[in-house]
């Protein structure tokens, strides 16, 4: 079991530019969540996908993010155009069935995202 | 919305001393999580009780929960350096099967 796997680690943009993370859930979970974490808001969920459907967006800040699972082992989350206060660690996370309340979430390493 | 309040915000003892971190919470439960974050890594899933539990254990943890404070306690005995971590515990709502609410974190920091 090799965990949730996230790309990049860190990365790095100016204002402006697009940025794209990347998620791999472990083989079997059906349930995909992307959270952002920073000290001020602590961890918020940006989007729950159940089946690589998106179930519930409404924590994603603004049409500025989006989020796509085209297939059960692939995520991305897009940040077009990046600001400064998109500056977080990004997770993704999995579980096994239904969603959080069943069963536990798997969180990958993060992306730490720094906006200049 | 941040639902979940440990205390203390952090939290630093000798290594071997027990550890104990509260957490409250504001709404009817089906069950409370506990996490661990080490610095950098992603949060690690520690134990999770039911609302009709009263307490858990697993090795060195033991949670409590107390429904009628709507309040838990994660204990950490003989604690060891690599037990230093934030910890956090969360929560879902009766009305979500997958919506987690999340506390603001301990952090603890074990002193060798």
């Known amino acids: 079991d090799a965990g949730v796997i996230q790309s990049p680690r860190h990365e790095v943009t100016e204002m402006g530019q697009e940025v794209t993370l990347r998620c791999k859930p472990i083989?079997?979970?059906?349930?995909l969540f992307w959270y952002r974490q920073t000290m001020m808001r602590g961890l918020e969920l940006l989007i729950y996908f159940n089946n690589n459907v998106p179930i519930d967006d409404s924590g994603m800040p603004e049409d500025r993010f989006s989020a796509k699972m085209p297939n059960a082992s692939f995520s991305t989350l897009k940040i077009q155009p990046s600001e400064p206060r998109d500056s977080a660690v990004y997770f993704c996370a999995s579980s096994l069935r239904g969603g959080a309340s069943h069963s536990p979430l798997h969180f990958g390493n993060g992306t730490r995202l720094t906006v200049t | 919305s941040q639902q979940g309040e440990e205390d203390p915000q952090a939290l630093s003892i000798q290594e071997g001393e027990n550890a104990t971190m509260n957490c409250s919470y504001k709404?009817?439960?089906?069950?409370l999580q506990w996490y661990r974050q080490n610095s950098g890594r992603g949060l690690v899933h520690l134990i999770l009780?039911?609302?009709n539990e009263r307490e858990k254990h697993s090795g060195r943890l033991r949670v409590t929960l107390d429904t009628s404070k709507k309040s838990s306690s994660l204990l950490i005995t003989a604690s060891r350096a690599a037990d230093t971590a934030s910890y956090f515990c969360?929560?879902?709502?009766?009305?979500?099967?997958?919506?987690?609410?999340w506390g603001a974190g301990t952090k603890l920091i074990i002193k060798p």
């Open positions: 009780i039911r609302s």
């Open positions: 709404t009817s439960i089906n069950n």
């Open positions: 083989s079997g979970h059906n349930s």
């Open positions: 969360a929560t879902d709502a009766r009305d979500s099967n997958y919506q987690l609410i």
